[in-house]
């Protein structure tokens, strides 16, 4: 269990926002604020090393400092109003922790949208991000890069699943809307919290499993309150979480253009790639140590994950039907997602 961190009030917060703007005569200095333990892949293989990469082109006029278990205050779902007010400069961030603030992007999590290559999803959202098509979800903020996470596995405290029946009755944590759907389509409770709480919640059997990807089995010690893993066949999993990389937009303004240049020169395509091949990397050993402890690897059949894509198909068409509500048209976003990860994942 992540200790709980001592909330810094927001006035205190607020002084962080107004020195991360200033600039001494050398350095620049931004806050950078996420959820996860400095532990945890999220920081040390994908935020660290983009940060040292940005101050490097920089030519050391910007200091990228990372705050990470919510240590500047607050909690998971606050992450996206403390970037968009000033309070810190940039945040990694899930975006479904905030329901309906970014229907367009909620097309990656729908399932077998993304089934089990990162960084061809994380293109087709690229793609999707500059053509405008989910643009608007972002208006707010400046982003930096969004992506994925190699997709959810269902975890499991005490039951072996192999086909949707295994789930009706079981309460299941999921942080999003659409997670929460798929939860449902399978005859399980959703329990919507976010994942630095999941350990205590199976511990105490406030949940019976969960739908992670496996990279967060090392840094939450997931294996140490679960004995099943499950995916599907060849790694697919049943959809994903869209997170995004994003920075406050007057702190963006305040920057020099070379410095603003050296933020667009580590966030274009390539970056983009590698962070799909971070999070797809990572999995290996969380499920390694799993397997280690002794905890069963299972990976149903095509037939099995047969039944659960008949079961959870209906939740495409319940998104299409919810977002058209909004005036957006998720066919159109759904054909277009799919085709573009597919051109990707050649």
């Not at 001592?6 to 996420?34: E, Y």
């Not at 905030?98 to 959202?125: C, K």
């Not at 999993?237 to 303004?253: D, E, I, L, P």
Request: proline fraction near 7%.
């Amino acid at each position: 269990m992540i200790p709980r961190r001592r909330i810094i009030p927001f006035v205190v917060a607020a002084g962080f926002a107004a020195l991360a703007g200033s600039a001494s005569a050398q350095t620049i200095n931004l806050k950078l604020h996420h959820l996860l333990p400095a532990v945890a892949p999220a920081h040390t293989k994908m935020l660290t090393p983009w940060a040292q990469d940005v101050e490097k082109a920089a030519g050391g006029k910007v200091k990228i400092e990372l705050y990470p278990a919510m240590t500047l205050g607050g909690k998971p779902p606050e992450l996206i109003n403390q970037v968009r007010d000033g309070v810190v400069d940039i945040v990694w961030t899930v975006n479904g922790y905030t329901p309906n603030l970014f229907p367009r992007s909620e097309v990656f999590e729908l399932p077998f949208i993304h089934t089990n290559n990162a960084v061809a999803t994380n293109l087709a959202m690229r793609d999707m991000l500059l053509s405008g098509e989910i643009a608007e979800d972002f208006k707010d903020v400046k982003v930096m890069f969004l992506h994925v996470h190699a997709g959810q596995a269902i975890h499991m405290a005490d039951k072996e699943v192999r086909k949707p029946d295994d789930l009706k009755g079981l309460k299941m944590r999921i942080p999003t809307r659409t997670g929460a759907w798929i939860i449902e389509a399978l005859g399980a409770s959703a329990v919507s919290m976010p994942v630095p709480d999941l350990p205590q919640a199976l511990s105490k059997k406030v949940v019976d499993g969960a739908l992670v990807p496996w990279e967060i089995i090392p840094p939450l010690k997931l294996h140490e309150v679960t004995k099943f893993q499950i995916e599907g066949p060849n790694k697919v999993r049943f959809g994903t979480t869209t997170f995004q990389v994003s920075m406050n937009k007057n702190s963006w303004a305040k920057l020099p253009p070379d410095v603003q240049k050296a933020f667009e020169a580590n966030n274009g395509e390539a970056r983009w790639r590698a962070v799909g091949k971070v999070w797809t990397d990572s999995e290996e050993g969380g499920i390694g140590m799993a397997t280690k402890r002794g905890n069963k690897h299972i990976q149903i059949s095509e037939a099995e994950l047969g039944q659960f894509k008949q079961k959870l198909e209906p939740v495409v068409q319940r998104w299409v039907d919810e977002v058209k509500t909004k005036g957006i048209d998720g066919n159109a976003l759904v054909k277009k997602a799919r085709a573009l990860i597919a051109k990707y994942s050649k």
